[in-house]
């Protein structure tokens, strides 16, 4: 049985595995049965592997130098769906993300400063770029800190994430159906590309009050069919085809914040209810509620100015987002903390 070399790693509130490209094989066919086989399929449970049996602990990260000017490293994210099996690469994960700093100072990808250490990401699933600014006092990865994040136990060191020109990332517009506000199956939805296909609705336009926990939810089948007959009328609309096997558009229910925050989320992933929430979710999320005209934004309390901080609230707590913003409204940059931690290294038994 062959060995490849692995490490798992915490990334901002999901967990997956890391791996460098040249250890995969190149056929993306063969690649995706090797990481279906390596997380645990076919079984939702993934007992024969290192999924989790959950969409935040069936990921992975295959990392390689960067190929053009101007960045460090490539990153592809793949979701493994534990229940369907599928492999997709239709979207961006920001909390995996997170860890690909540190995974690239680790593997000799990039050469760490004294101090802090920016590493310049590409996604290679959209495009888009990501600079994270790493603790590297000494020339080493700083691990503990004091930063702690909701939906993540304890404290470790920060890892800043700036986020550049990420709209439209995955369906080629910020709205991807050319407009603030569509209704599918009665409910007005707004529709938003900025990082993540995210459609956004009123939680109570779904029947909950918005506040219920995941588990709950989870357990909610009328409220599942509901939303995943939205989705795959949406899915065509944003230009994503049909999204029946697709991890996209992400589908959040919003209410207002009960902890003094810009709102409240409950994000289906789209077939499971979100433990937070996810960093380019969040960003999405976030910009739908500060479009004045949107679907969800008479819920949602949004500071003015063209720099917005804002605490999206999720069923662990709060994420913190800054929003950049040009003279002409565009989100030009969007900042996050998030923290890592490498986990186990070492091969995997495929
Ligand atoms: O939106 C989960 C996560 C994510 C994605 C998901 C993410 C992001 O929490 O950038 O981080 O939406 O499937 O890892």
């Known amino acids: 049985m062959p060995a490849i070399a692995c490490t798992v790693i915490r990334g901002g509130t999901s967990r997956g595995a890391y791996f460098h490209r040249a250890h995969l094989p190149d056929s993306p066919d063969e690649r995706n049965a090797t990481l279906l086989r390596a997380m645990g399929g076919p ?23 960067g190929s053009t000017e101007g960045i460090d490293v490539d990153y ?3 979701q493994i769906d534990p229940a369907q099996q599928t492999v997709s690469d239709m979207q961006n994960c920001g909390n995996i993300l997170a860890g690909v700093g540190l995974f690239a100072i680790n593997e000799g990808l990039v050469t760490p400063g004294d101090n802090v250490t920016t590493v310049r990401i590409r996604m290679q699933n959209t495009g888009a ?22 939906g993540v136990p304890g404290t470790a060191a920060p890892i800043i994430c700036n986020y550049l020109e990420i709209a439209g990332s995955s369906c080629g517009a910020l709205l991807p159906t050319g407009n ?4 599918f199956d009665g409910v007005r939805v707004t529709c938003v590309d900025n990082g993540m296909p995210v459609v956004a609705m009123r939680a109570d336009a779904m029947g909950i009050s918005g506040t219920e926990a995941p588990e709950v939810l989870d357990r909610n089948d009328g409220l599942k069919k509901a939303l995943e007959s939205i989705r795959l009328k949406v899915g065509p609309a ?12 992400k589908m959040c229910l919003v ?6 925050g810009a709102f409240m989320t409950r994000t289906f992933i789209p077939h499971t209810c979100h433990k937070t929430i996810g960093v380019l ?31 999206v609230e999720h069923p662990a707590g709060a994420f913190r987002l800054v929003l950049e913003y040009d003279d002409g409204g565009s989100v030009t940059k969007a900042g996050v903390i998030r923290t890592a931690r490498t986990i186990f290294k070492g091969e995997i038994y495929v």
């Open 43 to 65: 079984d939702p449970l993934q007992i024969d592997g290192i999924g989790g049996g959950h969409p935040l602990s069936s990921k992975v990260a295959v990392v390689d130098s």
């Open 76 to 78: 592809l994210f793949l």
């Open 129 to 150: 770029v990501c600079h994270l600014d790493i603790q590297t006092p000494g020339g080493v990865v700083a691990i503990d800190g004091e930063t702690s994040i909701d």
């Open 180 to 183: 603030v506000v569509d209704e």
């Open 238 to 249: 944003m230009g994503l085809g049909d999204v029946a096997s697709k991890s996209v558009p």
């Open 255 to 260: 209410s207002p914040p009960t902890a003094g």
């Open 281 to 311: 979710g969040a960003v999405s999320a976030a910009t739908a509620c500060a479009l004045p005209a949107s679907a969800v934004a008479a819920l949602a309390n949004i500071p003015s100015g063209s720099i917005k901080t804002l605490d």
